[in-house]
């Protein structure tokens, strides 16, 4: 049985079993042509649950993202944006052996010197911010998955046998629903861990496509009608009880190079992206990696993101899959 809860610190308040899923509710806000918001406090119920023996784990309630498609998990897209964040491309640069350490926003070397990477930086530098109805410059865009790789807060993030490595990306996601006219709707923002495999991007930066091809998760909070201007977080890597790493970092349109209206421009223009009925689970880039710090993750490490008024951390332990890699095979149906 799934619930829906408003978190009301340090209880969650359920709501009526009418809306089992946040799917339900977005669909009736829809059809009802009614806040988000508004609709899930009219049908909040007087029944509150313990918020922190349910983030704790030890409740017989267990998180799930704060949305999916709960009918067909392959109507849920898994996708996101690069290089969006001015502190994003130094990590990027070093990762694809460029010596420079430092980004500047000026294009102070010459364009036959710079990587892919940076040129699509700069391309967002320039032109990532148009102004209200006018159409920017297109960022980096890749595919993750669908709704079978997104993991709920707490659930470990796999870094699969056939893989070099495996990576917190900090983020936060935009969580939407296509209406019944193939309108977008954004319901609401939610703290990600968009996890890669950097080991094997950094072998070849044609590899990022695969290395994007893991499960990450979002939550444990579903916000509605956040400020994304700027929005200070931190991240953290913690091993058998000790922080090992740590980074302050930020989100928001302040902190990027690409608007936010411009991201959703250029994930929505594509009209498979706006099936009526689908969800779509979109990260908007990361400002640092543990990665690009040096730093490997083991086996049994606790990823944990926060971002201040996004509500309680997501975090994720990292399971490592034993070798060997199993031989995929094909089977002739002719």
Known sequence: ??????????????????????????????????????????????????????????????????????????????????????????????????????????????????????????????????????IGAAPEWFYKGNGAILCAPGAPLLVPAYADDGGEEAEIAGLYLIGPDGTPYRVGFAIGNEFSDHVFEKKNYLNLAASKMRTCSVGPELVLGADFQSVPGRVKIVRAGREVWAKDIA?????????????????????????PGDVHVHFYGAHSLSFGAGVALADGDVMEISFKDFGRPLRNPLKVAPPPPVLATVKNLG
């Open 1 to 134: 049985m799934r619930r829906v809860a408003l978190v009301e610190e340090p209880r969650v308040r359920l709501l009526a079993p009418l809306f089992p899923t946040v799917y339900a509710l977005a669909q009736t806000a829809l059809k009802k042509n009614e806040p988000l918001s508004a609709l899930a406090t009219r049908h909040a119920t007087s029944e509150a649950l313990d918020y922190d023996a349910i983030y704790a784990g030890t409740s017989e309630w267990k998180l799930l993202p704060p949305l999916d498609h709960p009918d067909e998990p392959a109507r849920c897209l898994v996708s996101g944006t690069g290089l969006t964040h001015l502190g994003s491309a130094k990590d990027r640069q070093a990762m694809h052996g460029v010596e420079n350490s430092k980004v500047k926003i000026q294009n102070a070397k010459p364009e036959a010197e710079l990587t892919d990477s940076m040129k699509m930086f700069q391309l967002g530098l320039a032109g990532g911010r148009p102004a209200a109805g006018q």
């Open 251 to 275: 989100t928001g349109e302040a902190e990027m190079s690409h608007s936010l209206q411009n991201l959703e421009h250029h994930h929505f223009k594509y009209e498979a992206h706006r099936r």
